[in-house]
């Protein structure tokens, strides 16, 4: 059976940086460790003044395609995963199909568009269906190209303002990929939840407390529903998970409530039986609260272990570095988590081929899904041609009062016009609004 999966990524952040622990600590009177170690960020990501979505996600598109010497015919289908978008109607593909066209010969008239919608696992849905489309026989030997691409603002003084990001992940979709085969097995937790949305509203309204409990459980259920489509989950058989990443905290708790999950029944659990006894039995205990609290009780021995604590380095770890620096990107994050790994990988010289990942996606609202995928000949060709450290390192630093006008300026109620920070060079820019009120984008060299 022909593998088909990740072919080809490029990543494309907001080129403006707002420093968390020096530049908001300060105005937000914070210790900075508050960012730092307990959100586990350093910095956020804005678009500048001629950035947005579509430009973000076109600019990252195109240099996959140059890259990888494509043209238009070459793609079949362009699949946008956002929750940041400004139309009802027109899909976000569009506009970046005709951001493309302006720089090639070809168009993409045949090619099939569309704009995925479910919070966060938006983009992990898009790899579904272009997954699908290419087992199905459809595609006639083209590729899909799908695009996650965001930018993640709360209002101003809203507990998630910390954790605001800007950026977008172009991935290639292909039969004999380059970096991962995607599984057929997944699981999934789904349910009908409001712990995060946007009810005819560019900034969200979350329940944080609620939204972090909603996400374990359906990680859980998702997890659970995996196992039970055939995908095996032992702590020794991923080199890497790579969570959807709000903010690498939140990570934490996944990480833990999944070591302990696939841990269950296996030799780890019989080692750790000594030192912490084992994982209670739901059926040990005469009601649910009382199991919970026995959990609970369980899971602050288990963090503090050596077993835990050296997956956690390993396999966890590696996952949030390119997150620590660029905040939340919502569609994106679980996305750049996998880049974030494997970079990782080729700077420490892992052989890679062959071994697998345990990729877990969510969004609020609210679904998770658990796959693997398994890492192809040439993945470390295609990772180091990432220039995402040379972005993050190139973006300008806002002082707190050009924050203020970035995020007015990104605003869509208010429509503020801002000088750009930077200097736009070989890229997509937004250029204005037409008249049907539709934003207009050109290429500047």
């Given at each position: 059976?022909?593998a ?20 908001v ?18 910095a956020?990501?804005?678009?500048d ?11 990252a598109?195109?240099?996959?395609m140059e890259r990888k010497g494509?043209t238009?015919d ?5 699949d946008?995963?956002t929750e940041?978008?400004?139309d ?9 199909a005709?951001?493309?066209e ?7 008239h ?6 995925r919608k ?7 849905q ?20 799908v695009?996650?691409t ?16 800007a950026?977008?992940?172009a ?7 380059s970096?991962?085969?995607?599984s057929?097995?997944q699981?999934y937790g789904?349910a009908?939840e409001?712990?995060?949305?946007k009810?005819?509203?560019q900034f ?11 996400y ?12 039970n ?9 991923y ?15 996944a990480?833990?409530?999944a070591?302990?999950?696939t841990?269950?029944?296996t ?16 059926d040990e205990y ?6 919970e609290?026995a ?27 390119i997150?620590?620096?660029v905040?939340n990107?919502?569609t ?11 970079q990782y ?9 062959g071994?697998?990942?345990?990729v877990?996606?969510?969004g609020?609202?609210?679904?998770a899904?658990?796959h693997?995928?398994?890492?192809q000949?040439?993945?470390?060709e295609e ?11 190139n973006?300008?630093n ?20 801002l000088?750009?920070?930077t200097e736009?060079?070989n ?8 008249e049907m ?9």
């Open positions: 059976m022909t088909v999966g990740i072919d080809a990524v490029e990543i494309w952040t907001g080129k403006l940086k707002l420093d968390l622990p020096e530049t600590a300060p105005i937000k009177d914070k210790d900075p460790d508050y960012y730092t170690k307990g959100l586990g960020l350093y956020s990501s804005f678009p003044a001629h950035e947005d979505i579509v430009t973000m996600g076109a600019n598109a195109y240099r996959l494509l238009p070459d793609i079949g289908r362009i946008v995963a940041s978008a400004f009802n109607s027109k899909p976000v593909s569009t506009y970046i005709g951001c493309l302006q720089v090639y010969d070809e168009d993409f045949h090619a099939n568009k569309g704009e479910f919070a966060c696992i938006a983009g992990t898009s790899l579904d269906d272009a997954y699908n489309w290419i087992k199905a026989g459809r595609n006639r030997g083209r590729s899909a190209l695009v996650a965001d930018t993640a603002l709360y209002a101003r003084g809203d507990p998630g303002e910390a954790t605001q990001g950026g977008a992940v991935m290639l979709i292909s039969e004999d990929p970096i991962v085969e995607l057929t097995e699981g789904s009908d409001t712990d995060f949305l009810p005819n509203q969200p309204s979350v329940d944080g407390k609620r939204s972090m409990q909603v374990l459980a359906r990680m859980r259920e998702a997890l659970e529903d995996f196992e489509a055939g995908g095996e989950t032992h702590p020794d058989d080199v890497f998970g790579p969570y959807h990443t709000p903010f690498p905290g939140m990570v934490r708790k990480g833990l409530f070591f302990r999950h841990i269950r029944d030799d780890i659990e019989d080692e750790l039986a000594a030192k912490i006894g084992r994982q209670p039995r739901e005469d009601d649910r609260e009382a199991y609290e959990i609970r009780a369980y899971m602050d021995d288990l963090k503090s272990t050596e077993q835990y604590r050296e997956w956690y380095a390993n396999t966890i770890e590696p996952t949030l570095g997150s620590r620096e905040g990107w919502y994106g994050s679980v996305h750049i988590a996998r880049a974030s790994a494997l990988a080729v700077e420490n010289d892992m052989g890679m081929v071994k697998k990942l345990l877990g996606s969510y609020s609202g609210a679904q899904e658990i693997a995928e398994t890492v000949d040439g993945w470390d990772i180091t041609q990432l220039s995402i450290d040379e972005q993050i390192r973006r300008h806002l002082t707190y009062e050009e924050y203020e006008l970035v995020h007015d300026r990104h605003n869509h109620d208010k429509r503020v016009e000088d750009d920070f736009p060079e890229e997509f820019v937004f250029t204005g609004r037409g009120d539709e934003r207009t984008y050109e290429y500047v060299e």
